[in-house]
């Protein structure tokens, strides 16, 4: 995939299972909370009171962060900028984390500088697997290896 300043990748991720209190750096929609840490990774979820041990992140194969991250409030929602240097390139990637009617809504946006470049994107979302769970991506490889 190449990334200059002119192109945005949008990878989007609805977690969709349909009152806690809100705590910071939580996204509530219809009894599902995320808590997202500081850094913009999800660091766990509620569901109607019952925890799950997830977690989900993006990383640019190779790059590091430059300067810390930057989170804001975002109508309802939290948005998170980050800035990573990967051999002589840089780019922005930004997490925006919105509730729905259906649940909870994770963008990801990265916006490349200079250049076209190119990088492995690589996204994870770790959920305890069981019965009846179910995960859909825009990924036609159900391979999870």
Request: proline residues 7%.
């Amino acid at each position: 995939m190449r990334i200059n300043h002119q192109s945005v990748v949008r990878a989007v991720v609805i977690l969709s299972l349909t009152t806690l209190p809100l705590i910071a750096n939580t996204v509530h929609s219809r009894g599902l909370f995320i808590d997202v840490s500081p850094q913009g990774i999800i660091t766990g979820m509620r569901f109607r009171g019952i925890s799950r041990a997830v977690t989900g992140a993006t990383h640019l194969a190779g790059c590091r962060p430059e300067g810390a991250t930057v989170g804001r409030r975002l109508d309802g929602g939290l948005e998170f900028q980050r800035k990573l240097a990967c051999d002589g390139h840089r780019a922005q990637v930004i997490d925006r984390f919105r509730p729905t009617n259906a649940g909870i809504r994770w963008e990801i946006e990265i916006r490349g500088e200079g250049e076209p470049w190119s990088v492995p994107i690589e996204t994870r979302l770790r959920y305890p697997s069981g019965p009846g769970v179910k995960f859909w991506t825009a990924w036609a490889d159900p391979d999870p290896s």
